[in-house]
């Protein structure tokens, strides 16, 4: 909770002066001593022999030299200006090192030291005095507890981490809150030969948070694609805002990837015992995610995989494969994942199809996916992908080779790299997986200097293109604004501001959405029996009689809802029943009352309704409601207020949706009564933060063009 | 249809006889050339420089000597024994090459050739002959049109196959319908340090198919665990026996893994275009691999990943996980990846908690996830690991190392190892992820020299411990026998044997499964308005009316089905009705009547079915009934007969269970008599083969005790 009042209670942190981190001039490390194999060393050594770009000045009381470099007793000391330090003091030393810091006029600082808020309540307070004196001086700062971070700009070349190597130069930039996490990632990228522009451990981000970086990030030109490793999140909605700026700006989109640790319950336990960070549930995350237009990652091959083709140009424009193949075996498997991630197969044009029967010899399947023949060589490659570049049916080609004796490895790689010059204005995205290690290593070598993504398996190729195509078409949405309906918020302010906090009455609930025009049954609190007869007769057969008192939460349990009664004399039996079955479980001058309406006919149930997430606020959930809710989590969530175009994105994203269209010939649901309804509520529950949680449910919805009706709602209020 | 009929018409081909395949003591190469680079060239070099340890001989007509080694003419001329011959001549002269062998007294073949049935109908035709060719001559034969087979074993060391290198001997063995991805695989493998007992190349499998290799292997010292790709399946029911006896037999449990390629209905149609193959749809493979124990994969790397855990010795004993980490993210990240995929955190005991208290610093976590802190030495990681072996609530171990500055990488390796050597009599097991790649390269060796399973991501991981307990699961379940329930076999026979094909009347179907002791709901057929009165008033109210006529399959689409009749008066007006509207879609003399029954009760709406699949025979399946189906597809296959024991596993296995065990206070549905009712499909479908498709959607199912009832049934019969 602390991390979510710290930065929300101030302003929030702008990403001004994060070229003093990545771009210093000078740096001066504090804390440095002359032990080979530990972090205060290393950092400073690290610095030097990756050769940054700068002076870098140790910061060692009491010693003269470290590995030939003078050292200051204090950064003050140091004659020339500073502008970034790099603490790596024991933690309770920081406070005074970064003090004279600001005495030094130093523009930004790296605390990697640990022992603040991940140790408890002590090191929280520290953290905080250490923020409050950064802040003060006008510092921006990383950390503290983290591994600190690296630029690969030729004209930098910044490795303040302890990091041993510096990793390669590339487009892409890493962001994680498990220093841990950051040395396993490298090591694992050098492998690849995958290159990164920013490389960044955020640490208990006391300041500098995953959104200041994104939105530095965003306007660095070394950077194509942005990956994030978080555990928690400060300000969900700043994150939600940075993000569909920067992936969603069509002139320049940047596609942000990102794994949230801690997706079940299990991982959430274990990200709170090690970060005492919060962990919003999978499907609320889910949710936000894809609303922000996130490339929601679960491991890190996924996400590196994805990354690889992203940081490629242009975004690819679509989820149309074609596959070529030397191999019918990995072409069935590539085909398996494409269209179980949801790809598409492209259908070839007949010139396409008469192009592939000229090149290729009569055994060659010229279907997707094209099978060259175990034998094929770099004319055969080249002559189907120049076919398949050429037709406007594709949008993604994969382009596999198993190592048969016939292969020509190398001569092939060449040709794929030279086609991809060929067609170097086509948006089309082009990427390989020459199957196996050893053997096909020269080629991946050939493919990788050529900027040509690479996956040993197919499978994985099929992952990426399923992650791209997801971005293009989220790219591609249509914006929308969001809609104010006219409704009649002084009625619903009437109730809600003065009811206390916890559960309305359904009497008083249903009168919240009715003045938000919500389609509400008609019904009327009677006392008697006769009252709730004339009410009957009023609203029409059949009827149903509910209870309502603040002391029932449950109506059902305690036979508070009887249905479809008929007639006069089935509602005076049935008043009569549920009074006395009441007055076992309430005192009499607890029932408010009974509420009489026309029974709502059969139809489809669902779901609506609303929560406040600890990270982001109002969320909104749509899904298949009854017995159903439980069983299938069939949901989906969005953040309030919703664009006009969500709601109907919200319903079209679950299973529910194939009911609602009608199958077996069933009339089709309601549905735009639903998109309406789902608007409202997005309204409703914007206008009143007080709402912590709502439950229209059932919803039922009839058949296309006669609506839907609220048949039960449940609504709690908590001060925020 | 061709690979089917052909296995299944011939009696089942034994294993007997591959010794002479993978154990030969002389092999003939017929058909070697000269040209460096060729197959006809490469198999015989390959065979001759991993060193076979036996004799090999060129047949090369009119060559004197191939790379320096004797060659002859003929085969019949050699004028040694030969017990195995590879064929590499074009397909068209295998026929003559093959009939020499039979001379020659040769005991098997492997013929690499293409041009056979995978080139259409005369292909198919010379295949047939080659076999028959074999069959005669008492010769085994793998292929045609395969890579060949590979044996590491020492004594022999038999590389027949165009591979460019002997992979290293393992415990693995592989068996892949594609010959391609054989070359990748061992690519692949090569750079995973992962070894191979045996390795072969199916190809056609025109006489060897994957049942008498699983046989084969079975008994094979050499391997573990046993792979496979497969595109076709010969014959579905050898297979199901072969697995469960191989994979369940108990006191030498060989786990089996396999891809089914040609999942999704794209990559079926890619494999049919590739092999002419038959595909089995993905639910029904799953199904009945479930049923007999074959692990089921979708990736190359899914497989390799669990075979590297259960080429171990013993079969992981379950399903509950020790994490010990020197790293948070990564600790969260396993345990997301692990829970997603069903594992279980072990919860620790105190005597554990003690321990690891005792241990390890005051920072780290103690619970599972064991945090031991990134600057963790080997004795730290020794510690937790014996504390956490020690635990008897403990089935697997994973251990994730991350490279910090003070993490002494191949120390801890080797701590590791010796845990694993102390704690060799435990059945749990252990597995490594050193996070990264370069800097973790040391200690990975040392892992896998000392056969400690390793993953670059413990995601990964986390997967391979699932399968091995998915396994263990199989494994440990009990095994009961198939039920014979006394039916009315001779009254159901007396409509099925006579009837034609196509579909039953709905009153003839209601009688088989009244024979077969379902729950059906006496019915009347009645051709009147006073019959159907009548049968009401006998029936009791409310009743539903069903038109029985041969020409209407769906009976909602012309209004052949009035339900909720409350009187008499209602019925004669809806029989007057039905009558009326059913004579605009069919002639008075195609209706044999209109059937009246009392209406049931409403309850859970399952699904009950059985299709004959073309693979795998007669297959019962088990679901979530109604309007659901289509679109949650929550159903769940079996082979016909089941066991007594699968009835209820079926149920459990799907999500409707939950609905069925009752959500939110409902009363839970009576799931004994669904059980039964699976029983008797089983037996039905079993007794009569002539049964295509059988429907009974929706089974009304009941509270507890209250039974179910079929409420619409289906049955069309198809001479197999």
Redesign the interface.
């Known amino acids: 909770m602390t991390t979510q009042s710290t930065s929300t209670s101030q302003a929030p942190a702008s990403p001004d002066g994060l070229d003093s981190i990545f771009r210093p001039k000078s740096i001066a490390v504090l804390g440095v001593t002359n032990t080979l194999?530990?972090?205060p060393h290393?950092i400073f050594v690290n610095i030097l022999t990756t050769r940054f770009n700068g002076v870098v000045y140790p910061v060692a009381p009491r010693k003269r030299h470290i590995v030939g470099v003078r050292a200051y007793n204090y950064v003050t000391e140091i004659p020339d200006p500073v502008e970034l330090a790099v603490l790596v003091f024991p933690g309770a030393v920081c406070e005074k090192a970064l003090q004279q810091c600001v005495e030094k006029g130093v523009r930004a600082a790296v605390i990697i030291s640990a022992g603040f808020r991940e140790?408890g309540p002590a090191g929280l307070e520290r953290e905080n005095r250490v923020k409050a004196i950064a802040r003060e001086g006008g510092m921006r700062l990383i950390g503290p507890n983290c591994l600190g971070v690296i630029n690969t700009e030729p004209e930098v070349r910044l490795n303040a981490s302890?990091a041993?190597a510096m990793p390669d130069a590339g487009r892409i930039a890493f962001l994680?809150?498990?220093?841990?996490?950051c040395?396993?990632?490298?090591?694992?990228a050098?492998?690849?030969h995958i290159g990164f522009s920013k490389f960044v451990s955020l640490g208990n981000k006391a300041d500098v948070s995953e959104v200041d970086l994104l939105r530095y990030l965003a306007e660095d030109p070394e950077t194509s694609v942005i990956l994030m490793?978080l555990?928690s999140i400060n300000n969900g909605r700043e994150l939600m805002k940075a993000a569909r700026e920067i992936a969603g700006n069509r002139s320049n989109p940047k596609p942000i990837l990102a794994?949230k640790?801690?997706?079940?319950?299990?991982?959430a336990a274990?990200?709170q015992?090690?970060?005492g960070a919060l962990a919003a549930s999978a499907e609320v995350c889910d949710g936000v995610f894809e609303q922000s237009g996130i490339i929601r990652c679960?491991?890190?091959?996924e996400m590196f995989n994805a990354a690889q083709l992203l940081s490629q140009r242009p975004v690819p424009r679509g989820s149309r494969i074609a596959i070529v193949t030397?191999?019918?075996?990995?072409?069935?498997?590539a085909?398996?994942?494409?269209?179980?991630n949801g790809l598409d197969?492209a259908q070839f044009s007949d010139e396409t199809t008469a192009l592939l029967k000229a090149a290729l010899p009569a055994?060659a399947?010229l279907?997707n996916?094209v099978?060259v023949i175990?034998d094929a060589r770099e004319d055969r490659y080249g002559a189907a992908l120049d076919a398949v570049f050429k037709d406007d049916a594709v949008d993604q080609i994969l382009v596999i080779l198993?190592?048969?004796?016939?292969t020509n490895i190398t001569t092939i790689a060449q040709t794929v790299c030279d086609i991809k010059d060929r067609y170097a204005d086509s948006d089309k995205s082009l990427l390989c997986s020459f199957?196996?290690?050893?053997?096909?290593a020269p080629g991946i070598e050939i493919l990788q200097r050529n900027g040509v993504p690479h996956y040993?398996?197919p499978?994985?190729a099929a992952d990426a293109m399923w992650r791209a195509a997801w971005y293009r078409q989220w790219l591609n949405r249509e914006v929308t604004q969001i809609e104010t309906l006219p409704v009649h918020r002084e009625r619903a302010a009437a109730i809600l501001d003065k009811a206390p906090d916890g559960y309305l009455l359904e009497s008083q609930a249903l009168e919240v959405l009715e003045a938000y025009g919500f389609p509400v049954v008609p019904s009327v609190l009677t006392q008697t029996a006769d009252e709730a007869v004339a009410a009957a007769d009023r609203a029409g057969y059949p009827v149903v009689l509910r209870v309502v008192s603040p002391k029932i939460i449950h109506k059902?349990?305690v036979k508070g809802v009887i249905l479809n009664l008929k007639n006069a004399d089935e509602v005076r039996k049935a008043y009569g029943a549920m009074r006395d079955n009441l007055l076992q479980h309430v005192k009499a001058e607890d029932v408010t009352g009974i509420l009489v309406r026309h029974m709502i006919p059969a139809g489809k149930e669902i779901i609506l309704g609303v929560n406040r997430d600890p990270t982001f606020g109002h969320m909104l959930m749509f899904g298949l409601g009854g017995?159903?809710v439980?069983?299938?989590k069939?949901v989906t969530f969005r953040i309030v207020p919703i664009r006009a175009s969500a709601a109907g994105k919200m319903i079209r994203e679950t299973?529910?949706y194939?009911?609602l269209k009608g199958?077996?010939?069933?009339p089709p649901s309601d549905i735009p009564s639903i998109e309406d309804a789902l608007k409202r509520l997005s309204q409703l529950a914007h206008d009143f933060p007080r709402i912590a949680e709502l439950d229209i449910n059932p919803l039922i919805v009839h058949p296309q063009g006669e609506g839907c009706h609220v048949a039960d709602i449940r609504i709690r209020l908590e001060q925020p």
Do not use: C
């Open positions: 194999g530990t972090v290393d140790i302890f041993r994680s809150q498990s220093g841990a996490l040395t396993a990632v490298l090591d694992y050098a492998s690849k490793y555990e794994i640790g801690g997706r079940t319950a299990a991982g274990a990200a015992s090690h970060t679960q491991s890190l091959e030397n191999a019918g075996g990995p072409g069935v498997m085909t398996d994942a494409a269209i179980s197969l055994a399947n279907k996916p099978d175990g198993t190592p048969q004796s016939m199957m196996g290690a050893k053997d096909v040993i398996l499978e994985w059902i349990d017995i159903f439980e069983t299938f069939d299973r529910a194939a009911l199958v077996r010939g069933e």
